[in-house]
């Protein structure tokens, strides 16, 4: 039986995402009759009443047993209980569920139903969710599903292009949870150094390596209770997968360095601008690793897609800006324009360029944004932009031509490249294929350098 399995299929010209799900029937005892659905990565069931199946039977132990939904399927596991955990009558430490089976917890029993939910992606009335925003289909559509999904515990993959909103979407789905009075923890698996990745998630213990110094908590452990965001999952390398696997899998894990063994109770969201199923097919992402994450894939549409938003967007963000200022109005000739633009860097870009545009109509007094103001790389030249550029000058050697006109390019694409990335040196390095200690270099030449701008 394999949990968290999902399709996406077409219902009366709705999409549908269908998600395998499994619920334990009471067949015994006081609560005999009564359904369950395992709605959880790690489902407790015990006396105690903080377990998610609680059975007030004598026999019962207070934490009994629990059930681990793994890429494989659901795992139930004994927990060291008085009078043990039968499946299909045989006493087990631990073993895979299958459809129908019974379980006995003391002398409760329970059956095992799996079932399919079908979730209809209905585009939702409403243009935000939380902090994100979009009056288009495609947005709508997403908002509608988080509607349904933000207030569970399921696992969520946000998928899509950089620069599109999937840290928005994640903080929002945060917020919409239970658990959002609990911590918010963020790790960039694509900006940490591979070295320190895993006690950036796992911690460490004091002289556990060298530079370690003093105990430290990873990211598993500050986010117990909430819920933790795996950025850029698909930069994670390939020794480190199985340990991660295995703490999604069991909800624990020990500190670099250390030997016991700590339990948490956190969401996991994560995010990847690579095709996770491409990477899995090169050999360069686990298969299990992938299906435990992909529980419920969202791709969020680049804005070339739903150009629609654009103005909306334009209005958040210029509020955004301004702070407690009134805002610059933009002119209907400018978002005209910025509806039009392709925008390879998304929402990050749109972003970056009214930040730039609105600094320009500030210095020179005014209070609307216009055309010329804003600096549309992919847009078309105008003649008085040429300006900037290196002109052909008689006498001169081509070797000192062709250097200068290098120097812009150089200039003007580490410019470009960093606004991608949000100024992420590592990201903005592997995006182009380059050297981190020369894209460094480069940026510190150019005073680009996001230390230099702060």
């Given at each position: 039986?394999?949990?968290?399995?999902?399709?996406?299929?077409?219902?009366?010209?709705?999409?549908?995402?269908?998600?395998?799900?499994?619920?334990?029937?009471?067949?015994?005892?006081?609560?005999?009759?009564?359904?369950?659905?395992?709605?959880?990565?790690?489902?407790?069931?015990?006396?105690?009443?903080?377990?998610?199946?609680?059975?007030l039977d004598?026999?019962v132990?207070?934490?009994?047993?629990?059930?681990?939904?793994?890429?494989?399927?659901?795992?139930?596991?004994?927990?060291?209980?008085?009078?043990?955990?039968?499946?299909?009558?045989?006493?087990?430490?631990?073993?895979?569920?299958?459809?129908?089976?019974?379980?006995?917890?003391?002398?409760?029993?329970?059956?095992?139903?799996?079932?399919?939910?079908?979730?209809?992606?209905?585009?939702?009335?409403?243009?935000?969710?939380?902090?994100?925003?979009?009056?288009s289909?495609?947005?709508?559509?997403?908002?509608?599903?988080?509607?349904?999904?933000?207030?569970?515990?399921?696992?969520?993959?946000?998928?899509?292009?950089?620069?599109?909103?999937?840290?928005?979407?994640?903080?929002?789905?945060?917020?919409?949870?239970?658990?959002?009075?609990?911590?918010?923890?963020?790790?960039?698996?694509?900006?940490?150094?591979?070295?320190?990745?895993?006690?950036?998630?796992?911690?460490?213990?004091?002289?556990?390596?060298?530079?370690?110094?003093n105990?430290?908590?990873?990211?598993?452990e500050?986010?117990?209770?909430?819920?933790?965001?795996?950025?850029?999952?698909?930069?994670?390398?390939?020794?480190?997968?199985?340990?991660?696997?295995?703490?999604?899998?069991?909800?624990?894990?020990?500190?670099?360095?250390?030997?016991?063994?700590?339990?948490?109770?956190?969401?996991?969201?994560?995010?990847?601008?690579?095709?996770?199923?491409?990477?899995?097919?090169?050999?360069?992402?686990?298969?299990?690793?992938?299906?435990?994450l992909?529980?419920?894939?969202?791709?969020v549409?680049?804005?070339?897609?739903?150009?629609?938003?654009?103005?909306?967007?334009?209005?958040?963000?210029?509020?955004?800006?301004?702070?407690?200022?009134?805002?610059?109005?933009?002119?209907?000739?400018?978002?005209?324009?910025?509806?039009g633009?392709?925008?390879?860097?998304?929402?990050?870009e749109?972003?970056?360029?009214?930040?730039?545009?609105?600094?320009?109509?500030?210095?020179?007094?005014?209070?609307?944004?216009n055309?010329?103001?804003?600096?549309?790389?992919?847009?078309?030249?105008?003649?008085?932009?040429?300006?900037?550029?290196?002109?052909?000058?008689?006498?001169?050697?081509?070797?000192?031509?062709?250097?200068?006109?290098?120097?812009?390019?150089?200039?003007?694409?580490?410019?470009?490249?960093?606004?991608?990335?949000?100024?992420?040196?590592s990201?903005?390095?592997?995006?182009?294929?380059?050297?981190?200690?020369?894209?460094?270099?480069?940026?510190?030449?150019?005073?680009?350098?996001?230390?230099?701008?702060?």
């Amino acid at each position: 039986m394999t949990a968290g399995t999902q399709a996406g299929t077409q219902h009366a010209g709705q999409k549908v995402i269908e998600v395998a799900r499994c619920a334990l029937v009471v067949l015994s005892g006081d609560g005999r009759g009564t359904e369950s659905v395992i709605d959880k990565d790690v489902y407790s069931i015990g006396k105690a009443s903080d377990s998610d199946l609680v059975l007030l039977d004598q026999t019962v132990s207070r934490t009994h047993c629990e059930i681990v939904r793994e890429a494989k399927g659901y795992l139930l596991r004994d927990l060291g209980s008085t009078n043990g955990t039968l499946l299909d009558g045989a006493e087990i430490r631990e073993a895979y569920l299958k459809p129908g089976a019974i379980i006995t917890v003391g002398k409760v029993e329970l059956k095992v139903r799996p079932f399919s939910e079908r979730i209809e992606m209905l585009p939702s009335d409403a243009t935000t969710f939380g902090e994100a925003r979009g009056k288009s289909i495609p947005m709508r559509e997403i908002f509608g599903l988080l509607e349904r999904l933000g207030p569970t515990d399921a696992t969520i993959l946000l998928t899509g292009e950089t620069g599109t909103g999937k840290d928005v979407l994640a903080r929002s789905i945060h917020a919409s949870s239970a658990r959002k009075d609990n911590p918010f923890i963020v790790v960039d698996c694509g900006a940490v150094v591979g070295s320190l990745i895993e006690s950036e998630l796992f911690g460490h213990e004091k002289g556990s390596f060298t530079g370690a110094t003093n105990q430290r908590q990873g990211a598993f452990e500050l986010a117990n209770g909430g819920t933790l965001f795996l950025d850029e999952i698909g930069e994670l390398s390939l020794d480190l997968q199985p340990k991660l696997l295995r703490v999604l899998e069991q909800r624990s894990f020990r500190r670099v360095g250390g030997s016991r063994e700590i339990r948490v109770d956190i969401r996991i969201i994560a995010a990847t601008k690579r095709n996770l199923k491409m990477e899995v097919e090169r050999g360069k992402f686990r298969e299990d690793l992938y299906f435990r994450l992909a529980v419920v894939p969202i791709e969020v549409p680049p804005l070339r897609e739903r150009r629609e938003d654009v103005p909306l967007l334009v209005e958040v963000l210029m509020k955004q800006l301004a702070g407690d200022e009134e805002p610059l109005t933009v002119s209907a000739a400018a978002v005209g324009s910025l509806s039009g633009h392709d925008w390879p860097g998304n929402v990050r870009e749109l972003r970056n360029v009214l930040e730039r545009a609105a600094y320009i109509a500030q210095a020179m007094g005014d209070t609307e944004l216009n055309l010329s103001a804003l600096p549309l790389g992919g847009a078309p030249r105008k003649e008085s932009d040429a300006a900037g550029l290196p002109k052909f000058v008689g006498g001169r050697s081509y070797r000192d031509t062709k250097a200068e006109w290098e120097s812009v390019f150089e200039k003007g694409y580490v410019a470009w490249l960093l606004d991608r990335n949000d100024g992420n040196i590592s990201a903005a390095a592997r995006e182009a294929d380059m050297d981190r200690k020369y894209l460094h270099k480069l940026a510190k030449k150019h005073n680009l350098h996001p230390a230099d701008r702060k």
